[in-house]
């Protein structure tokens, strides 16, 4: 493993130095912070000390954290974990940009650290397991049926139509019609738009421009139906799947598909292309081999490269204001608690840049003037907060190669809903699971096992010692998830399975974060949403970014948008050299 790439050591400063003047306070030391930083002094905008990102946190990223285990010499994920070839920005930045054109054999690094980018194996579907009502089948059995001329037949009592359909053709079959069904979008994409003849796959070769022409206009057009010329836009995800292939289909497609929160009642018209371009057959996923959060670090350290760059750790922002009488040079007085000693303190700054997800602006003190109309908290709250959370296992050795299974991931309408085959060191085989991909509804059944305070006691194992493993004791999850984990792991595979010797748990709900990832609400116009809340008073250089208010959610790639318009439109900043003049970075 590759782990002298990326430094992962930058420096960061948890101290104060009151009354700092600076020209633009970032807020956020997640990848939309930390990627302003960078563009801001790598574009020559500002000098390095002109530009300052404050963090409560003693860490880097966000909701990115990978960690390596006791007795493993590879990296586990705890919060994102991969990325996709179609995302340009984060592709680039991970592996450099073509010097000549669509040659991508020789790359140019944009950042000084190297990353090496490598597949994220999503494994073999005959060998991955699907887990449905106590009934166990192999993930391609839908396929494998379709191919002899045959439906395969769950407890699942679908309407005749839906039969024989695995999940992603189900999700893709319900789009297609409602799509068809508008004669505008029919008639205006109908290249695009393919049926299979064969009646079980859908082909959407729509691009992200073509979606956000579609999204704001696309009616729903079913005579009978509660939802019957309404636009999309404004009807529930949840709501329209019932329609469509009702409540029974809904319980299916929101079990088999592995996540609560896609199927949760969010923006229908967002959901359509969420599902076909990350949740159809042929995406392609990467990672980072030395972490995904290298991301972050490799994005942070070409920034602190510039004289005066700095990082405040362990600060938190409680308030700012522009009616401050002592200052004249600069417009904001932004007031932080340094965590360390306990102390508030003041800097000066002309922009402040809010990377910050919706429960971090909420934490914010609400008397603050930019939370005065109703306007900003009417659009902080059009998403909604998806809790998440995971919990990585450690074992003696891969028990699911047993099976067959070399990674990927198993699904189940357990709660625990999915684990992930993560990997093997060949050093000594301790073997790493994410043994739980928690999401939405599931978040009550964990919370009860998660609160209780016996934690669960790491065990020694080969090239862990004991005292190694005691430095992992407050990130453990409790003996009773673990236990009730275990029971859960083994009804979906169906055999005995040995006990780990080590956890770590991760959950996002707690604060600042409130979630995993979040979700646009049905009935906003979100073409509207994203460019205001990358400036929300006109008058104010105030600005909010990052995954939350992006249209691609979930991802490290919507938090890079957000803030590459933002500086384009509000610091003026010039297209990137090494970005594709042609990518489009949506609405």
């Not at 029974?248 to 598909?257: D, K, V």
């Not at 208010?549 to 384009?568: I, P, R």
């Amino acid at each position: 493993m590759n782990q002298e790439n990326v430094n992962k050591n930058t420096p960061l400063y948890p101290g104060m130095q009151p009354d700092l003047k600076v020209e633009v306070a970032i807020i956020g030391a997640g990848t939309s912070g930390l990627y302003t930083a960078f563009r801001l002094v790598t574009d020559n905008t500002y000098k390095g000390h002109e530009v300052q990102i404050f963090d409560m946190s003693d860490r880097l990223g966000g909701r990115l954290e990978s960690v390596i285990m006791p007795g493993m010499n590879f990296w586990g994920e705890l919060g994102g974990m991969r990325y996709l070839t179609s995302q340009e920005i984060v592709t680039t930045l991970i592996e450099g940009y073509p010097l000549k054109e669509k040659d991508l054999n020789k790359r140019t690094p944009v950042l000084k650290d190297k990353m090496t980018p490598i597949p994220f194996h999503m494994g073999d579907p005959e060998k991955l397991f699907m887990y449905l009502r106590k009934e166990r089948f192999q993930q391609n059995a839908w396929t494998e049926d379709q191919k002899q001329d045959k439906k395969l037949i769950t407890r699942y009592y679908l309407n005749k139509e839906d039969e024989g359909f695995s999940s992603d053709q189900l999700f893709n079959k319900i789009i297609y019609n409602v799509l068809m069904a508008d004669p505008w979008v029919a008639e205006t994409y109908k290249e695009l738009i393919i049926a299979d003849p064969n009646g079980y796959d859908y082909t959407f070769k729509l691009t992200s421009r073509d979606w956000d022409a579609i999204k704001p206009r696309l009616m729903y057009n079913f005579p009978g139906s509660p939802y019957d010329q309404r636009k999309v836009n404004d009807i529930g995800f949840w709501n329209l799947i019932k329609d469509q292939v009702s409540q029974e289909g809904y319980e299916f497609l929101a079990n088999a598909g592995g996540y609560y929160s896609n199927t949760i009642n969010w923006n229908s018209a967002e959901a359509f292309p969420y599902m076909v371009g990350d949740f159809s057959a042929d995406t392609t996923y990467k990672t980072i081999e030395e972490g995904y959060d290298s991301i972050a670090y490799a994005v942070a350290n070409t920034y602190m490269e510039h004289e005066g760059a700095r990082i405040w750790s362990e600060n938190k922002l409680i308030t700012f204001t522009k009616d401050h009488p002592l200052i004249h040079t600069h417009t904001y007085e932004l007031t932080f608690l340094n965590i360390r000693s306990n102390t508030q303190w003041k800097v000066y700054a002309n922009a402040i840049v809010l990377g910050m997800p919706r429960k971090s602006l909420e934490l914010l003190d609400q008397n603050t003037f930019i939370f005065n109309g109703q306007e900003l908290n009417d659009n902080i709250r059009s998403v909604i907060m998806e809790p998440a959370f995971k919990i990585l296992m450690g074992f003696e050795r891969p028990w699911w190669k047993d099976l067959g299974i070399d990674s990927g991931h198993s699904i189940t309408d357990l709660p625990m809903r999915q684990c992930y085959y993560f990997g093997t060191d060949p050093e000594n085989n301790n073997s790493m699971l994410l043994g739980s991909y928690g999401d939405m509804e599931t978040e009550t059944f964990w919370k009860a096992l998660s609160d209780d305070k016996v934690l669960f006691k790491v065990r020694a194992a080969k090239s862990a010692s004991l005292e190694e493993l005691h430095k992992f004791d407050d990130v453990q999850a409790t003996e009773f998830m673990v236990n009730e984990l275990m029971n859960q792991l083994r009804e979906l595979h169906g055999v005995e399975i040995p006990e780990p010797y080590v956890t770590y748990f991760r959950d996002w709900t707690d604060d600042p974060y409130g979630a995993g990832y979040h979700a646009w609400k049905a009935g906003f116009s979100v073409k509207d949403v994203m460019p205001y809340m990358r400036k929300p008073l006109v008058e104010e250089q105030i600005h909010i970014i990052g995954e939350a208010y992006s249209d691609q959610q979930g991802w490290v790639e919507g938090a890079f948008c957000e803030a590459e318009k933002m500086l384009q439109t509000h610091f003026k900043l010039d297209w990137p050299y090494w970005l594709d003049p042609d990518y489009y970075l949506g609405w």
